[in-house]
C-alpha cells in the first residue's frame, strides 16, 4: 500500500497541478468574455457567455486532472457516464432545462437588450437582466418582475424601444357647425410648437368619426419612445390643443343623450298626474 500511495503522489500532485491550471484559465476566459461583449453593449450576454466559458474550462482541466490521477478512467468512459446521467437529469429537471436552452436562444438571437422597455405576456417594463433562467423586468411602478425565459421565448414581445421614435394617437371631439379646416389647422399648430414632439415624422389630424354629439379628431404625433417621455408629450399635446380651442372659442361638448318619451307613456303620464 505505500509502495502504491508512494507512486500515485508524483500522478496527485501533476493532477492538482492541471486542475489548478484550468481553474486559472478558466476564470482568466471568462473576464476575457465578459469584457469583450460588454464593451458590445450586452451586458447580460456577457455575464452568460463568461460563466459558460470559465465552466467549460474548468471542466475540462478536471477531466484532464482524472485521468492524470487515476490512468485507468478514459475521458470518452467518463463522458458515456455523464450522457447517460444527463438524460435522467433532463426527464427530471424538464422545466428548468427548457428555461435554460430558452434562455440561451434569447442571449444568441437578442431580440431586445438589457435597458429596454418592453411588454412580454402583459407585463410592461424596462429590462434589467437576462440570465440563463428567467428575464428580469423592472415594471413602471417600481416592481422586480422576474419572468421564466421559456413563456419569454414562447409569447409576443413588444420592444417599445426598439426604434428611435413612436407614435401616440389621442382623439378630441369638437361641436357640429365648428369649422373643421380652422379646427385642424389650431390643432397642428399647437402639436407643432411642443419640444418634446418630433418634426419628422411631423404629427397629423384627422376627422376620424362623426359621433352623435361631436366630430372626432385624430391627433397623432411622434416622440421619443421611452415610455416616461411618452407620457409627458400626451400631457402636453392635449393640454395645447384644449388650450388652443379654448382660445378659439371652439366648443369640445360631451355626448348628449336626448330622452324622448311616446305618447302612450305620456297619456299614462298624464292621467296619473290628473288623479
Do not use: H
Amino acid at each position: 500500500m505505500l509502495d502504491n500511495l508512494a507512486d500515485a503522489l508524483p500522478r496527485v500532485g501533476v493532477g492538482a497541478a492541471v486542475a489548478a491550471l484550468a481553474w486559472a484559465l478558466g476564470r482568466f476566459a471568462g473576464r476575457l468574455v465578459r469584457r469583450r461583449y460588454t464593451r458590445r453593449n450586452r451586458p447580460s450576454f456577457a455575464n452568460v457567455m463568461g460563466r459558460v466559458a470559465s465552466l467549460l474550462l474548468t471542466f475540462v482541466g478536471l477531466l484532464a486532472a482524472a485521468t492524470v490521477i487515476f490512468p485507468t478512467v478514459k475521458p470518452v468512459d467518463v463522458l458515456g457516464s455523464l450522457g447517460i446521467f444527463s438524460i435522467a437529469i433532463g426527464f427530471a429537471f424538464r422545466d428548468i432545462l427548457e428555461n435554460l436552452l430558452a434562455g440561451i436562444l434569447l442571449l444568441f438571437r437578442a431580440p431586445f437588450l438589457t435597458g429596454d422597455e418592453v411588454d412580454i405576456d402583459g407585463t410592461r417594463g424596462t429590462v434589467q437582466e437576462i440570465n440563463l433562467r428567467e428575464t428580469v423586468l423592472r415594471t413602471y411602478d417600481g416592481r422586480r418582475v422576474l419572468i421564466p425565459n421559456a413563456t419569454v421565448y414562447k409569447n409576443a414581445i413588444v420592444v417599445q424601444t426598439a426604434y428611435p421614435a413612436i407614435r401616440t394617437e389621442a382623439v378630441v371631439g369638437v361641436a357640429y357647425g365648428t369649422d373643421i379646416a380652422t379646427a385642424r389647422e389650431l390643432a397642428l399648430k399647437a402639436l407643432e410648437a411642443l419640444d418634446l414632439v418630433l418634426d419628422d415624422p411631423a404629427p397629423q389630424v384627422l376627422v376620424e368619426e362623426l359621433d352623435s354629439s361631436t366630430i372626432d379628431l385624430n391627433l397623432s404625433w411622434w416622440s421619443s419612445p421611452q415610455q416616461a417621455v411618452v407620457r409627458r408629450a400626451r400631457d402636453a399635446a392635449l393640454a395645447a390643443v384644449v388650450g388652443a380651442y379654448d382660445d378659439a372659442g371652439i366648443e369640445m361638448p360631451s355626448e348628449i343623450v336626448i330622452l324622448d318619451s311616446t305618447p302612450a307613456m305620456r297619456e299614462a303620464l298624464s292621467r296619473k298626474a290628473d288623479a
